[in-house]
């Protein structure tokens, strides 16, 4: 079993839509949550992060962690076709380390 | 501006021969990272670093090797030893967690900075 779990996709949705995506752990010392964002043949960029259990928000953008039930989630409301990407999650141990654990990351598509 | 430049953006080899890739960063971190990524299977650590002179194995490392002699620099030579190298390889850095867990001054210790990519084709 992996460590980080995330469904590759693809996932295709209108524009305006409010997209979900959603990644599993299994090691519950994770206590950095991360959403990457990477662009075709691009780098993977920092979208959001969150530390330990809770809500963030950003613009359009929330990222929710449930630690109870080892699950994070990525909202993303009206979607735009330049939200096109593939999203990873990503999780850190935190104190003490830096090593980095990335899901598979799921590619997203928004039709104009 | 500060950033990670990784180059050449596509290479190209024959098989049997050992290729380097570079990675350079002018953001004054500690930590380097290589990754490799494949369709479906995210990314994945081969090399990483926390400070010159030093690095360690990442999940991944057979056939690769790496060196740190300067703190803006983490080249990753793929060897022939590699038995299967075509891939996507991202270089990365951070600035390095304490024991505590707090960042040596920056304000998202735990983000990783990419750069763009070098497209590596084994024929």
């Known amino acids: 079993q992996k460590e980080v779990e995330q469904d590759p996709g693809p996932l295709s949705v209108p524009e305006g839509a409010i997209v979900s995506l959603n990644c599993t752990y299994s090691n519950s010392a994770f206590q950095y949550f991360m959403w990457y964002r990477q662009y075709s043949r691009k780098g993977p960029e920092l979208l959001m992060y969150t530390y330990s259990s809770g809500n963030k928000e950003d613009g359009r953008f929330t990222a929710q962690v449930d630690k109870s039930s080892k699950y994070i989630s990525l909202f993303i409301r009206d979607s735009q076709p330049s939200d096109s990407a593939t999203y990873l999650c990503a999780m850190i141990v935190g104190t003490g380390g830096f090593k980095t654990i990335f899901g598979a990351g799921t590619r997203l598509f928004v039709k104009a | 501006d500060g950033g990670i430049t990784q180059s050449p953006k596509y290479l190209f080899r024959k098989e049997g021969q050992n290729v380097t890739l570079s990675c350079e960063q002018n953001?004054?971190?500690?930590?380097m990272y290589w990754y490799r990524q494949d369709p479906g299977q995210g990314l994945r650590l081969i090399y990483y670093s926390q400070i010159v002179n030093d690095f360690q194995k990442g999940d991944i490392a057979e056939g690769y090797s790496v060196s740190r002699e300067k703190k803006e620099s983490f080249p990753l030579t793929v060897t022939s030893a590699q038995k299967n190298p075509t891939a996507f390889y991202l270089c990365?850095?951070?600035?390095?967690?304490?024991?505590?867990?707090?960042?040596?001054?920056?304000?998202?210790?735990?983000?990783?900075?990419f750069g763009p990519g070098t497209r590596l084709t084994v024929t």
């Open positions: 953001l004054n971190h500690d930590a």
């Open positions: 990365a850095s951070s600035a390095r967690l304490g024991l505590a867990g707090r960042g040596s001054g920056f304000r998202r210790p735990y983000e990783q900075y």
